[in-house]
């Protein structure tokens, strides 16, 4: 293929926030007295903020939307929380390989764009020193539909100007990888391949992150 661009995830590619994420969620959880599981923090995974919220809430039998203002309540809560915890990031938190990768595609003038369900994703990258890295961040909550759907990364691409069909999205989540093959994007899994066996692509870290696989 001819590649143009790289879309990234956040969570999981670029920097571990998921333990973070998930300590913000157990905050919220004791704090609304709702039973919090650990085997529940890989379905939260990639997805928004309040569509985890709902799979917290169906956990504990409780109605999805039975108080849309409490749940909009809630996932402020849980963001204020997070961002707390996210307040100390450097770049010592960047995950191994990624600013060579992102180096090595600078110079083969390839565009990167950031393709997250996270709405902190810009203020995560100030602090981790690569928001200079990116030349397009997707805004999430002017989108219509969340990972799986693939609306996410045909919005990137067409933020970067460039074809879906020249471009690769990186992804951690199941979620994350279904959304980027649904686009016609091809698709890199970090992690299981169990998990991300729909990935075109599997790789067991970041650290093997190299032009010449694509």
């Known amino acids: ?115 997250s369900a996270s709405q902190n994703g810009s203020y995560i990258l100030d602090k981790i020193g690569l928001r200079s890295c990116f030349d397009t961040i997707v805004d999430p909550s002017l989108l219509i539909k969340g990972k799986p759907d693939p609306e996410i990364f045909i919005k990137c691409a067409h933020q970067l100007g460039v074809p879906l069909e020249n471009c690769v999205g990186i992804e951690d989540a199941a979620a994350g990888v279904e959304a980027i093959n649904a686009a016609g994007i091809l698709s890199v899994g970090i992690g299981s391949d169990i998990e991300l066996k729909a990935a075109q692509i599997i790789l067991p870290s970041t650290q093997q992150l190299k032009l010449n696989i694509f």
């Open 1 to 115: 293929m001819l590649l143009k661009a790289i879309l990234f995830d956040l969570d999981g590619v670029i920097t571990d926030t998921a333990a973070y994420h998930f300590k913000a969620w157990s905050w919220l959880a004791e704090k609304y007295q709702l039973q919090l599981e650990p085997d529940v923090e890989t379905r939260l995974k990639g997805i928004s903020r309040l569509d985890s919220l709902k799979i917290i809430l169906q956990e504990n039998d409780l109605p999805v939307g039975y108080a849309e203002e409490k749940m909009e309540k809630m996932c402020i809560e849980k963001n204020d929380y997070y961002k707390k915890l996210i307040s100390m990031m450097t770049p010592q938190d960047i995950l191994p390989g990624i600013e060579p990768f992102l180096k090595e595609a600078r110079r083969a003038d390839i565009r990167i764009g950031l393709a």
